[in-house]
């Protein structure tokens, strides 16, 4: 299995998830999208926040032969560390499920909770990904889930692109 970019067995882990959460009949197709840099210019200008890298994994998620989902990873920065986030998108552009990949800060390790995570579901590019509306915060994790959010918001302006891509 060809992991370049996703060193670590974070490539199988967002795909072990993918199992978990869609089942063993799925068909989960990796790519990598690069981000052009007007695109990644406006979106990081919106979110307060950069990109990590030029480019994204992203996985399409189909059942038979239709798409259901897809989803993507992506890294914040915490306090000094990065985050690597996984969120999944319906073909709509809702988001269905948020999720810490890997969570690297030796303090803050709640914001792995899917009960915080969950917050983000039913969100889109036109929501407001705002702490303390809509989004709660963690008492201990303040920097990380003001970064996660940004992350999460990021992705979900650039779904549409992505989705563009992947047609």
């Known amino acids: 299995m060809e992991i370049s970019g996703l060193y670590g067995g974070i490539r199988e882990d967002v795909e072990q998830i993918l199992i978990v959460q869609f089942g ?5 197709k990796h790519d990598k999208i690069e981000i052009p840099l007007s695109i990644k210019k406006d979106i990081q200008s919106i979110a307060k926040q950069k990109f990590f890298r030029d480019e994204l994994n992203v996985w399409t998620i189909s059942n038979a032969d239709t798409i259901s989902h897809y989803a ?11 985050i690597t986030f996984l969120v999944v998108f319906t073909t709509n552009g809702e988001i269905k499920y948020a999720q810490i990949v890997k969570y690297r800060e030796p303090y803050g390790g709640e914001i792995s909770s899917l009960s915080w995570t969950s917050q983000f579901m039913g969100m889109s590019n036109e929501s407001e990904f705002k702490m303390g509306k ?8 303040t920097i990380s889930t003001h970064s996660v959010t940004k992350g ?6 650039l779904f549409p692109y992505i989705k563009k891509q992947l047609k």
């Open 72 to 82: 993507i990873i992506d890294n914040s920065l915490g306090k000094s560390m990065p």
């Open 24 to 28: 063993d009949s799925t068909i989960i």
């Open 152 to 157: 999460i918001h990021k992705l979900s302006l």
């Open 134 to 141: 809509g989004i709660d915060g963690i008492s201990g994790a």
